[in-house]
C-alpha cells in the first residue's frame, strides 16, 4: 500500500489529503506549521514513498510554494532526501527538479503534462475568471461585449461559459484554423493582430495568452469600465502597471481551481495519481 506526503500548496492538498485517507490511504501532509510544530522532514519522506508536491511546485525556484509560506521547503533540501524508492508528482515541476529526478531514477509525474488534468481544471478557472470579473466589476456579463485572447483550452471552455451566460463573444486568435472553429461555435472572431480596431467596445477582457497582449496603445484606447482577467500563466500578458496608471480594472488570477474549487480540483488530481500509480 502506498503511503503519501503531501508538501505546500494551497487548499487543494488540504483536500486532497482527505480524499487519499477516505480512499483507504495513509497521508501525511505539511501545509501548516501552527499543526504539526513537531514535523520532521527527513522522517516524513523516509516514512512515505509518494511526494506530492504543490501546484505550481515553486514560484521562486528556491523554495516549494506554500501559501503559508512555510520556512522548510527549500527544495535543494527536500530532492536531496529522496530516493529511487520515491515517486514525486507536482504541478509545473522545474527542468532542474525534473533532470535530478532523472539522474536518480525517481519516478516523477508533472500534473502540467496530464491531458485528462489541464482539460478537467479549465471548467474550474473559468468558473474562477468569471468569478472575479463579476466581482471586480460594476456592470453585469449579461449582453455586454466580452473579449477572449486566445481560443486555447482555456480560452474554448471560458468563452463557453460565457456565452451561457448570455455576453457577446468575440474570439481572437493568432491561428485561422481556431478562428475558423470558434466562428463554428457561434462565436464572433478578430485576428489577434486586429483587435486594436475596435477594442474600445468591450466591456470585459479575458486573456489567456502568455505573451503581451495588451500593452500600452492598446490600453489607451480601452473603455475606461473595461474589466480585464488575465488566465495566462505568470507574468501574463497585460501591462498591469501601466493599466493601474490609467486607472483600469486588471487582475492577473493564477491558481484559480485552487481559490474557487479546491475540492474538485483535487478529486481531479487524485483520480489521476492513482491511475499513474496503477
Known amino acids: ?18 480524499i487519499l485517507t477516505k480512499n483507504g490511504f495513509q497521508a501525511t501532509i505539511h501545509y501548516d506549521t501552527t499543526e504539526d510544530s513537531s514535523f520532521s522532514m527527513e522522517e516524513a519522506i523516509k516514512n512515505n514513498n509518494i511526494i506530492l508536491f504543490p501546484i505550481p511546485f515553486t514560484r521562486d525556484r528556491i ?3 506554500s501559501i503559508q509560506e512555510l520556512s522548510d521547503l527549500g527544495i535543494g533540501n527536500i530532492l536531496g532526501l529522496l530516493t529511487s524508492g520515491h515517486t514525486i508528482f507536482g504541478g509545473n515541476i522545474p527542468a532542474y527538479a525534473k533532470d535530478y529526478a532523472k539522474e536518480h531514477d525517481i519516478p516523477c509525474f508533472d500534473y502540467m503534462d496530464m491531458e485528462e488534468i489541464t482539460i478537467k481544471n479549465t471548467i474550474a478557472t473559468a468558473e474562477g475568471a468569471i468569478a472575479e470579473a463579476v466581482r471586480l466589476s460594476p456592470g453585469c456579463l449579461h449582453k ?7 481560443f486555447g483550452r482555456c480560452g474554448k471552455t471560458l468563452a463557453l461559459k460565457l456565452k451561457g451566460l448570455d455576453a457577446d463573444v468575440t474570439i481572437a486568435d493568432r491561428k485561422e484554423a481556431k478562428l475558423t472553429l470558434a466562428a463554428s461555435m457561434g462565436f464572433h472572431t478578430r ?5 486594436s480596431t475596435d477594442i474600445e467596445t468591450y466591456r470585459f477582457i479575458f486573456n489567456t495568452v ?13 473603455n475606461p469600465d473595461v474589466t480585464i482577467i488575465d ?4 507574468p ?9 496608471q490609467q486607472n483600469i480594472r486588471a487582475k492577473l488570477c493564477p491558481g484559480l481551481p485552487g481559490i474557487y474549487a479546491p475540492e474538485a480540483s483535487a478529486e481531479i488530481l487524485f483520480e489521476a ?3 499513474c500509480l496503477s
Open 236 to 244: 501574463g500578458g497585460v501591462d498591469f502597471d501601466f493599466c493601474r
Open 63 to 65: 523554495n516549494l510554494f
Open 1 to 18: 500500500m502506498h503511503s503519501f506526503l503531501l508538501l505546500g500548496g494551497d487548499t487543494r492538498q488540504l483536500y486532497l489529503s482527505r
Open 144 to 150: 455586454s461585449n466580452c473579449l477572449v485572447t486566445g
Open 231 to 234: 488566465i495566462a500563466s505568470a
Open 191 to 195: 485576428a489577434l493582430s486586429e483587435i
Open 210 to 222: 502568455p505573451a503581451i497582449i495588451l500593452g500600452k496603445d492598446l490600453i489607451r484606447s480601452l
Open 273 to 275: 495519481i492513482v491511475k
